[in-house]
Structures are given as C-alpha cells and as structure tokens.
C-alpha cells in the first residue's frame, strides 16, 4: 500500500482516538449539552446523540478510507459491520472507566449512525465524493 492510500486512514484513525477519549471521561467530564438536546425533544430522551453523531462520521471515514470503486451495499455493509465492531471495542473499554458502564443501547445508537451514514452514501451525489473519478 502506498503511502497515498495509508493517509486515506488518517481522519478513521483520528476519529477513532477521539471516540476513544471521549469514552474514557463520564458524563460529568463530557458537559451538559445532551441533555439540552434531550429537553428540546423530549422525545429522544433515551435516544444517546453523542453516539449517535460519533459512529455516522466514523462511518463516513471508513468508507473514506477504503475509497471503492463503487460504493455498492456490500461495502456499506463492511462499513456498517466496521463501526459495530468498533463499538463493541468502546463498550468493553467503557468496562473499565470508573463512573461508565458498558450500554447495549449505546451499541444499538452506534449501529443506527453508522447505518444513516450509508444511507446518505446513497445519494448520487454524496455517493460520487467517494468513489474515484474515472
């Protein structure tokens, strides 16, 4: 691999070490503003928008970095199964934060971001930013 293709990495890897930071404070460390979101509609109460808005651009780094030829539904797909496995990771390092507790709604709110991401990928012209030019 060259090293034009090692840096396509570079933003999943720097999105990845920041999810990885933001797991390791509590919800005290992290502020308030979630539960703003979550008074303005309080439908979402128990809807997690930081996992949420994390694993829809994790999503889109990934896909970012494997660059296909065509974004077909399989490599959503490898997307989408990517994030999970990442959020699995971040559950199981949550484990071993004091103040946090590994969530399988947190898990469930990653896989939905991840998810919209490769629907938006969907779009032509969303979808064209991705693929290489011919």
Avoid at 83 to 91: A, P
């Amino acid at each position: 691999m060259n090293s034009s293709k090692w840096l396509r990495w570079l933003p999943s890897i720097l999105w990845m070490a920041a999810i990885f930071y933001f797991s390791s404070r509590t919800g005290g460390d992290l502020g308030g503003w979630l539960d703003a979101i979550q008074r303005w509609i309080p439908m979402m109460a128990g809807f997690d928008w930081g996992h949420f808005v994390s694993y829809f651009i994790l999503a889109l780094t990934y896909l970012w970095g494997l660059r296909p030829t065509v974004v077909s539904w399989a490599v959503k797909g490898l997307v989408v199964l990517l994030c999970l496995l990442y959020g699995v990771s971040d559950e199981l390092h949550q484990a071993f934060v004091p103040g946090r507790t590994p969530d399988v709604y947190d898990l469930r709110n990653d896989t939905i971001g991840a998810v919209l991401a490769m629907l938006v990928c969907s779009v032509p012209a969303v979808r064209r930013f991705f693929e290489p030019k011919r």
